[in-house]
């Protein structure tokens, strides 16, 4: 297959799926006798980043493969075109979803324990709602009580391929400095004029690789 003609049916691809798409699934686009290796797959993607450059839009890897979205930088632009207003998050909330980021795989009593207050249902039912915190086993502890974290779509929606691409916690030691770094806010959401509220200092600690399913 020619080069031209594999970026075009790559980049009309990731246009249309509305998702991020992992290399197996760009394969699974063509026949057998027709499907490009990975390698190749790969530099077509490094084309088509470069093609974008200068560009509105930008082609960039998370966690469940590649996808196209409009630069950090036209957001406020951008934003406007959802007139609904978005959620906004509790402290509380953000504070929970802090500590099981950076401290997976974690229990909601050792959330409590941390935080010096207890942690709601609906805290804990949002943020798997929203589908960035999961159960990923139980505390071999009288109760087996869940422990959480974080999920490929957190990663996918605060546009990071890895854990290893979050802010440093040596250097966010609260949470107003972790909601800057990782923008915990939804599309058009701003921040201004609020006053930051009193919450929970992040102690310093090694992050648990997490399979992610």
Same mark, same amino acid.
């Given at each position: 297959? %020619?080069? $031209?003609?594999?970026? +075009?049916? &790559?980049?009309?691809?990731?246009?249309? *799926?509305?998702?991020?798409?992992?290399?197996? =699934?760009?394969?699974?686009?063509?026949? %057998?006798? $027709?499907?490009?290796? +990975?390698? &190749?797959?790969?530099?077509?993607?490094? *084309?088509?980043?470069?093609?974008?450059?200068? =560009?509105?839009?930008?082609?960039?890897?998370?966690?469940?493969?590649?996808?196209?979205?409009?630069?950090?930088?036209?957001?406020?632009?951008?934003?406007?075109?959802?007139?609904?207003?978005?959620?906004?998050?509790?402290?509380?909330?953000?504070?929970?979803?802090?500590?099981?980021?950076?401290?997976?795989?974690?229990?909601?009593?050792?959330?409590?324990?941390?935080?010096?207050?207890?942690?709601?249902?609906?805290?804990?039912?949002?943020?798997?709602?929203?589908?960035?915190?999961?159960?990923?086993?139980?505390?071999?502890?009288?109760?087996?009580?869940?422990?959480?974290?974080?999920?490929?779509?957190?990663?996918?929606?605060?546009?990071?391929?890895?854990?290893?691409?979050?802010?440093?916690?040596?250097?966010?030691?609260?949470?107003?400095?972790?909601?800057?770094?990782?923008?915990?806010?939804?599309?058009?959401?701003?921040?201004?004029?609020?006053?930051?509220?009193?919450?929970?200092?992040?102690?310093?600690?090694?992050?648990?690789?997490?399979?992610?399913?």
């Amino acid at each position: 297959m %020619e080069t $031209e003609e594999l970026k +075009k049916i &790559v980049e009309s691809a990731l246009f249309a *799926a509305g998702e991020p798409l992992s290399l197996d =699934r760009l394969q699974g686009l063509f026949e %057998e006798e $027709e499907r490009p290796e +990975k390698a &190749v797959l790969r530099e077509t993607i490094e *084309a088509l980043q470069a093609d974008c450059q200068g =560009r509105g839009v930008e082609l960039r890897e998370v966690a469940s493969g590649y996808r196209f979205q409009g630069r950090a930088e036209t957001a406020r632009w951008v934003s406007r075109l959802w007139e609904e207003k978005p959620a906004r998050y509790s402290r509380a909330l953000l504070e929970t979803l802090a500590l099981v980021v950076y401290r997976q795989p974690i229990t909601r009593a050792e959330i409590e324990d941390i935080r010096g207050v207890s942690v709601s249902t609906n805290i804990m039912r949002t943020l798997q709602e929203r589908e960035w915190v999961r159960v990923v086993g139980h505390r071999d502890v009288p109760g087996k009580p869940a422990m959480y974290a974080t999920t490929r779509q957190f990663l996918d929606y605060f546009d990071l391929k890895t854990l290893d691409d979050l802010p440093p916690l040596a250097e966010l030691r609260d949470i107003d400095k972790l909601n800057a770094e990782l923008d915990l806010r939804l599309p058009g959401e701003e921040t201004g004029g609020r006053e930051p509220e009193e919450g929970v200092s992040l102690p310093p600690v090694d992050l648990e690789p997490v399979e992610y399913v």
